[in-house]
């Protein structure tokens, strides 16, 4: 099994930046991909980004091109999505997710969730 902890939501006015975290822990060499989703009030979950454990493939939803930023450090078990010129529009709780198998391009299914963390940008 893996483990996954989300850190650093909050609240943030319009453009402004905020770093998320993902630790894992357990059965990490298990891992080839990781992702961050995210699912607002009324709305369905939906994929963000996903970064190879390995090599550093990245995936970006359309909608966070260019604003946010994917990455890894595979010494502390840990992804970040770097998320810069926050829009209102980006309010939700972002997860993180872990899976064993598939790559950046397919967006499900993941096997590993995180308990979720609330990012808050206000106009």
């Known amino acids: 099994q893996v483990q996954l902890v989300e850190s650093g939501g909050g609240l943030v006015q319009a453009g402004g930046s905020l770093r998320l975290s993902c630790a894992a822990s357990g059965r990490t060499f298990s891992i080839t991909t990781m992702g961050w989703f995210r699912q607002a009030p009324g709305k369905e979950r939906e994929f963000v980004a996903a970064?190879?454990?390995?090599?550093?493939?990245?995936n970006y939803a359309d909608s966070v091109k260019g604003r946010f930023t994917i990455s890894r450090d595979n010494a502390k078990n840990t992804v970040y999505l770097q998320m810069n010129s926050l829009k209102p529009e980006d309010t939700a709780v972002y997860y993180c997710?872990?899976?064993?198998?598939?790559?950046?391009?397919?967006?499900?299914?993941?096997?590993?969730w995180g308990q979720g963390t609330q990012v808050t940008v206000s106009s």
């Open positions: 997710a872990g899976k064993e198998v598939g790559n950046v391009y397919v967006t499900r299914p993941y096997d590993y």
């Open positions: 970064i190879s454990w390995s090599g550093g493939i990245t």
